[in-house]
């Protein structure tokens, strides 16, 4: 079975910031995160959802664009409002939750988090 693709590309132009790309329904759903990555469970950071983007993005890198991780995401729980979700990366598997705040999104760092390997 052939599991959906994720991947971070981190930016330095015009702004350093992330995009987390998630694949659902064929597409590469997004969301600059300008802050990068949660570094821990109390601290959210700001994702603001963008464009979708095709699939063949995923392995896509510029001179001003590079993949900070990519793998595979597991969805785990889904409500009109967040999704939780893990992402099975090139060090290890991560549990976040993306919350809709009804104007931009907030991504969470889980406190539970899946057993390392």
Same mark, same amino acid.
């Given at each position: 079975m052939?599991?959906?693709?994720f991947v971070l590309h981190e930016h330095r132009r015009p702004q350093p910031?992330?995009?987390?790309?998630l694949e659902e329904d064929g597409v590469?759903?997004?969301w600059a995160v300008p802050k990068g990555m949660p570094p821990d469970s109390g601290t959210d950071r700001l994702a603001v959802a963008v464009d979708d983007h095709a699939l063949g993005h995923a392995t896509y890198t510029d001179a001003d664009k590079d993949i900070a991780d #990519?793998?595979?995401w597991e969805l785990e729980d889904r !409500?009109?409002?967040r999704?939780?979700?893990v992402l099975h990366g090139r060090t290890g598997a991560r549990r976040y939750a993306l919350?809709? #705040?009804g104007s931009d999104w907030l991504l969470h760092? !889980?406190?539970?988090?899946?057993?390392?390997r």
């Amino acid at each position: 079975m052939r599991r959906p693709v994720f991947v971070l590309h981190e930016h330095r132009r015009p702004q350093p910031h992330f995009d987390l790309r998630l694949e659902e329904d064929g597409v590469l759903k997004s969301w600059a995160v300008p802050k990068g990555m949660p570094p821990d469970s109390g601290t959210d950071r700001l994702a603001v959802a963008v464009d979708d983007h095709a699939l063949g993005h995923a392995t896509y890198t510029d001179a001003d664009k590079d993949i900070a991780d #990519t793998g595979w995401w597991e969805l785990e729980d889904r !409500t009109q409002k967040r999704f939780v979700f893990v992402l099975h990366g090139r060090t290890g598997a991560r549990r976040y939750a993306l919350i809709d #705040t009804g104007s931009d999104w907030l991504l969470h760092l !889980t406190k539970d988090q899946p057993p390392t390997r």
